[in-house]
């Protein structure tokens, strides 16, 4: 009689019914017969109603429509794969009718936005983050995903290409292999695979395509110390089921799966599946995640159905036309809304972990790490979206710990190739066993790049750019051999310009290029440069003309007009000290009072030039003309110096950019250097003429411009410094600086070995070896003058002022002292007072004689 009360709810069930599918089915039937034994009093049963998919869209689709239309179901338990699930999915959304899936993960169903459709597993996408973690904790900085070409394992890479990018990492390339590819197939794409630097590889498609793949990797020996492989957690769900020599195949590889706990349910409810299963079909699969998620798919939808309070199980039929399809024939579930609401707030503790749904999706646990052994699969870590990368699962929310990608907080891991120590991610390709380096042929400025033909026809390649280029790849942490191929052509003259060298590279020529290349935009659109290993940028040189008439007043401008007036100040008041010094014991100090005027001025200003025929008695006097001809020698010095600088700045500012263009004057560039392309939008192309070595330049410069030579010549910075330094005395580098990136190395475009040679360098600059090869190669190198020469101030000789003033000091204060005492006093030398009254009268004089001078109308009334 109970029974006979209860409401039974169709439910169909859309599965292949291969052993796959069918151990699927067993777990949702176990499921409904283990909820009802436990809630006997529910008014609502599941009552399943099994198609079979056939292992195909259309056999879904087929099944499907069946179910919906024939049987009425109230919801559909299934497809299996993401690739059945679309067309299914739009069923439910027409009909009103929950379609339920425990195992299409691809994110792409996610899109169609059906709130019919509701996924009891996990989204790939989830699985992402876990991934990138991984990656992110070995530094690798690039890696390829190997998926599926199909729905399933489209779908993840969007979201994985995403991640990778926000960490830094790239996808250089994306492997593709059909679902029903053959062994030829799967050993071409591998191949192609082994041909490129990357070494890290992402598989996502399902585990039998996968068994496949690895075991052909094996034999094309990619299982090797080299390689790093990461399975999704397609595959690594059914690690446990695979055949041991497939499992053998792929040792070191890393795989994520959800993380389920063990509980004495699920404990319980596995013995019991084996048991059941190994009664009726001893080959039957062995229970995995998928089944698990079955069962508890089977629960939420009873569960729901109860709570729903279902009581009308009719479809609404639609009106259709009698020429309609099969596609419009079935009408729209009635109690489809309740149940679908009930479903989306159904949460419980299942066999899985929690059961949640949010938008129709069912959260994500954390997720386990493992790795393939010897022995089997192993445990090294977890991954939560709170902690990241972590050794032990902490179930408590009271953790603050921050987001880790460590490897430190992963276990011992064993790598392809049985080796304990992780891959570095990439490796020199294997189709060529040398990276091919392409080098100029130069005809001058050799000091860079020299290129040497020996009798047996082979090759010697050295110079300054080649020492850096062998410094830094024996910098790197690991082995890349290479040789260096001349861009020559056959008669051993370079093959074009530096344009076309860098443009070998992109064609595939050359896998790099050494040499003093610059780096500008327009070679970066279609290679990749390392940073720069030396500065450059573009000036002109021109000879250094003969004296023309100076500036006016370029003689005073050396020192400051402050440091002018406290020298000629110091000249009057160290004539007044000797002066008065000398004068009480020396009668060369003596005279009427123009005489002694007349001499304070004399002895002062004369010892810049010659010694004085009046000698100087006093040990005090001695002592501060000592100490002030050291103070002129340091001026006259200073001076000097001053205004030999701002001479040979007057020199190289005599010719610039302007004035080249004004007068039509021709001006120099290197044939094989960009420095063409800078001068033809400044100077007329008939101005131009071109030279290809120093010796060449000489010439032209040493001629003229009048005389079929040059005014001046354009290069780039580095190559003028040499120039310079060997003719020296002939030519200076004048007019100003046009910015260049300086020289660096050329690779293809996204190459890997771009920011490994790029980090070296920075290493090799700042060390010894870079001393050591500038000065090996560039050891005469001339530096552009300092053109903004300034005039010395008094700051600069503040110094000197304080010592001759302090002596001064010194000596009239000991002068005083003497005369107080009274000791080597002569009779007929004046008293101090009474000289200090006869400086006053005589500068009195003179102020008297001056007013004289200005004014004639009043010395010719006297």
Request: aromatic share 12%.
């Amino acid at each position: 009689m109970a029974a006979a009360q209860n409401i039974s709810v169709r439910v169909g069930v859309v599965l292949d019914m291969d052993e796959y599918g069918k151990m699927a089915f067993n777990c949702t039937s176990m499921a409904l017969s283990d909820f009802y034994a436990t809630h006997g009093h529910y008014k609502t049963r599941l009552v399943l109603i099994n198609r079979d998919s056939r292992e195909g869209v259309i056999g879904a689709a087929a099944a499907g429509l069946d179910l919906l239309k024939n049987v009425e179901v109230q919801a559909i338990i299934g497809p299996m794969y993401s690739v059945q699930a679309n067309f299914l999915i739009s069923l439910g959304q027409k009909a009103q009718v929950p379609i339920v899936t425990f195992s299409a993960t691809s994110p792409s169903l996610s899109s169609l936005r059906s709130p019919y459709f509701v996924r009891a597993t996990l989204n790939d996408s989830t699985q992402v983050n876990p991934i990138v973690a991984i990656i992110q904790a070995f530094g690798w900085k690039e890696a390829v995903p190997i998926y599926e070409d199909n729905e399933f394992g489209e779908g993840i890479v969007p979201f994985l290409t995403d991640a990778l990018e926000q960490v830094n990492a790239r996808v250089p390339y994306r492997s593709v292999i059909p679902s029903t590819a053959t062994d030829e197939q799967i050993v071409a794409e591998l191949s192609k695979l082994k041909t490129m630097q990357t070494r890290v590889f992402i598989v996502h498609m399902l585990s039998s395509l996968g068994s496949l793949l690895f075991a052909k990797a094996a034999q094309l020996g990619m299982m090797s110390k080299d390689y790093a492989w990461i399975i999704t957690d397609s595959i690594t769900n059914e690690l446990n089921s695979m055949d041991p020599s497939v499992l053998a195949s792929m040792l070191g590889v890393i795989g994520v799966k959800p993380y389920i706990p063990q509980t004495k349910e699920l404990d319980d409810f596995a013995i019991r599946y084996k048991n059941m299963t190994l009664q009726s079909n001893p080959k039957a699969l062995n229970l995995d995640i998928y089944g698990i998620w079955a069962y508890d798919s089977a629960l939420a939808l009873a569960m729901a159905v109860e709570k729903a309070g279902l009581s009308n199980l009719t479809y609404q039929k639609t009106n259709t036309s009698t020429n309609s399809t099969d596609l419009e024939a079935f009408g729209v579930s009635l109690s489809g809304p309740k149940l679908i609401q009930a479903l989306s707030s159904t949460t419980f503790r299942g066999l899985a972990g929690n059961f949640q749904l949010v938008d129709g999706q069912l959260q994500a646990p954390p997720y386990e790490i493992v790795n393939i052994v010897a022995h089997g699969v192993s445990g090294i870590g977890y991954w939560t979206k709170e902690n990241g990368i972590v050794n032990k699962l902490k179930f408590t929310s009271s953790s603050t710990s921050a987001y880790s990608t460590s490897k430190d907080n992963l276990g011992s891991i064993t790598w392809p190739g049985n080796e304990s120590s992780p891959p570095k991610g990439w490796a020199v390709p294997t189709k060529t066993k040398k990276l091919r380096v392409g080098v100029p042929v130069k005809a001058g400025f050799t000091e860079f790049v020299r290129v040497t033909w020996n009798s047996d026809n082979t090759t010697k390649v050295e110079g300054y750019c080649i020492d850096v280029f062998d410094a830094v790849m024996a910098a790197l942490p690991y082995d890349v051999p290479y040789e260096y191929i001349p861009f020559a052509t056959p008669d051993r003259k370079m093959a074009g310009v530096y344009n076309d060298l860098v443009y070998e590279v992109y064609l595939g020529n050359y896998d790099a290029v050494a040499g003093d290349v610059t780096i500008l935009g327009n070679r970066s659109q279609y290679v990749d440069f390392t940073l720069p290993y030396r500065e450059s940028g573009v000036s002109m040189v021109v000879p250094i003309p003969e004296d023309k008439k100076g500036n006016t007043w370029l003689l005073v401008k050396p020192l400051t007009w402050e440091l002018w007036s406290t020298i000629f100040v110091s000249f009057v008041l160290f004539g007044i000290l000797v002066w008065f010094l000398e004068r009480p014991r020396n009668r060369d100090f003596r005279g009427t009072g123009w005489d002694q005027f007349c001499m304070i001025f004399w002895f002062s200003f004369s010892t810049m030039f010659f010694a004085h025929k009046e000698r100087v008695v006093s040990n005090s006097a001695k002592v501060v003309v000592i100490v002030w001809l050291l103070a002129v020698f340091i001026l006259t010095q200073g001076y000097a110096s001053s205004l030999t600088s701002m001479l040979t700045v007057q020199k190289l500012t005599d010719t610039d950019v302007n004035e080249l263009i004004r007068n039509k004057e021709y001006v120099g560039y290197s044939n094989t250097s960009f420095v063409y392309e800078f001068l033809k939008k400044r100077f007329d192309k008939s101005q131009l003429r071109p030279f290809k070595s120093a010796e060449e330049m000489d010439q032209l410069l040493s001629k003229g411009s009048a005389n079929g030579g040059i005014a001046a010549a354009f290069h780039e910075i580095p190559y003028l410094n040499l120039f310079i330094a060997k003719y020296r005395s002939k030519y200076m580098m004048v007019g100003p600086t046009y910015k260049a990136a300086g020289f660096g190395f050329v690779f293809p475009i996204d190459s890997p070995l771009v920011p490994h040679v790029s980090r070296k360098i920075l290493s090799v600059t700042e060390g010894q070896t870079m001393v050591e090869i500038e000065k090996k190669w560039l050891g005469g190198e001339a530096k552009r003058p300092d053109t903004n020469t300034k005039s010395l101030g008094l700051s600069s000789f503040r110094v000197v002022f304080i010592i001759v003033g302090a002596t001064g000091l010194a000596a009239i204060i000991s002068y005083m002292i003497m005369f107080g005492y009274g000791t080597h006093v002569h009779s007929d030398e004046p008293t101090i007072e009474r000289q200090i009254y006869e400086l006053c009268e005589l500068l009195k004089r003179c102020e008297e004689r001056d007013q004289q001078i200005n004014n004639p109308g009043n010395r010719n009334g006297n």
